[in-house]
Nanobody
Framework: QVQLVESGGGSVQAGGSLRLSCVAS?????MAWFRQAPGKEREGIAA???????TYADSVKGRFTISKDNAKNTLYLQMNSLKPEDTAMYYC?????????????????WGQGTQVTVSS
């Protein structure tokens, strides 16, 4: 069983930065960040494999960076140049396998989420 615990959310003005963290327990092959705004579907924004290869959604490419510290079993999401449209609940997710999917239905394990609010 894999458990995921996110932290690092908060409120920031447009143009600011935040770093999210997700501490994981258990063996994990693919980890990812998703977000969900009120009234919208859950959106995959970044995924990373055990070989640290990454995939990003176009909406965050160039602004967000996913990384992981294997020694600490921790996943990170560095978010720069934040926009009001980045406001959402952000979730950490994990799956077995090798495909860096950004589709939520492919993920087996989920954290509770951490809120990010960006004001204009």
């Amino acid at each position: 069983q894999v458990q995921l615990v996110e932290s690092g959310g908060g409120s920031v003005q447009a143009g600011g930065s935040l770093r999210l963290s997700c501490v994981a327990s258990g063996s994990i092959y693919i980890m990812a960040w998703f977000r969900q705004a009120p009234g919208k579907e859950r959106e995959g924004i970044a995924a990373i494999r055990s070989d640290v290869s990454t995939t990003y959604a176009d909406s965050v490419k160039g602004r967000f960076t996913i990384s992981k510290d294997n020694a600490k079993n921790t996943l990170y999401l560095q978010m720069n140049s934040l926009k009001p449209e980045d406001t959402a609940m952000y979730y950490c997710a994990a799956k077995v396998g090798s495909y860096r999917s950004l589709y939520p239905e492919n993920y087996n394990y989920w954290g509770q989420g951490t809120q990010v609010t960006v004001s204009s």
